[in-house]
T-cell receptor, first 117, second 112 residues
């Protein structure tokens, strides 16, 4: 079956602009995660959705970042007034409901590479 | 102190040798531990999961967990050139928290 998909694969924008990044999780997965990965670093947690609601948004760096999942499937990460420091690969992952494990794996999408000039 | 720390790389091993990767974590109450492999330009993929003290083997991979020392390791036996990748250690605190905290990764190169 299809894996997690993310669009666009690459996004180049100018400082101060608004961007939207989309994630389409694996069908049937109720949990959805956003991480971002800077060069040479591991993924850093941003936000976790269980269904339509954000169960944990403790990783969002500031109020310029916002994410929605209105129908409990596709999610959009929105970044306002982008800064050069926002440049990173934004990864989306999905899983079945519950604690992560080998049978409740977080499957990662290919990521969106965001470059802020 | 970072939540999850991995031994700095890169690690270069000859084909057929054992690659040993180490990871320490700061939250003593953490409940589950993961090793992900990430090829250059690709997304992470899960290769090992461990939650109890001791060893867990899966093919050429062995994960070792020592909760008292807050230490988890990954051994890759009979290393192959296809094992060349960055290996990420990830920790889940449990207690109703489902996010993963990742280390910075260790890049492994297997020399043919």
């Amino acid at each position: 079956g299809a894996g997690v998909s993310q669009t666009p694969s690459n996004k180049v924008t100018e400082k101060g602009k608004y961007v939207e990044l989309r994630c389409d999780p694996i069908s049937g997965h109720t949990a959805l995660y956003w991480y971002r990965q800077s060069l040479g670093q591991g993924p850093e947690f941003l936000i976790y959705f269980q269904g339509t609601g954000a169960a944990d948004d403790s990783g969002l760096p500031n109020d310029r970042f916002f994410a929605v999942r209105p129908e409990g499937s596709v999610s959009t990460l929105k970044i306002q007034r982008t800064e050069r420091g926002d440049s990173a690969v934004y990864l989306c992952a999905s899983s079945l409901m519950g604690a992560p494990s080998s049978y409740n794996e977080q499957f990662f999408g290919p990521g969106t590479r965001l470059t802020v000039l | 102190q970072k939540e999850v720390e991995q031994n700095s790389g890169p690690l270069s091993v000859p084909e057929g040798a054992i690659a040993s990767l180490n990871c320490t974590y700061s939250d003593r109450g953490s409940q589950s531990f993961f090793w992900y492999r990430q090829y250059s330009g690709k997304s992470p993929e899960l290769i090992m999961f461990i939650y109890s003290n001791g060893d867990k083997e899966d093919g050429r991979f062995t994960a070792q967990l020592n909760k008292a020392s807050q230490y988890v390791s990954l051994l890759i036996r009979d290393s192959q050139p296809s094992d060349s990748a960055t290996y990420l250690c990830a920790v889940n605190p449990g207690r109703g928290d489902y996010k993963l905290s990742f280390g910075a990764g260790t890049t492994v190169t297997v020399r043919a």
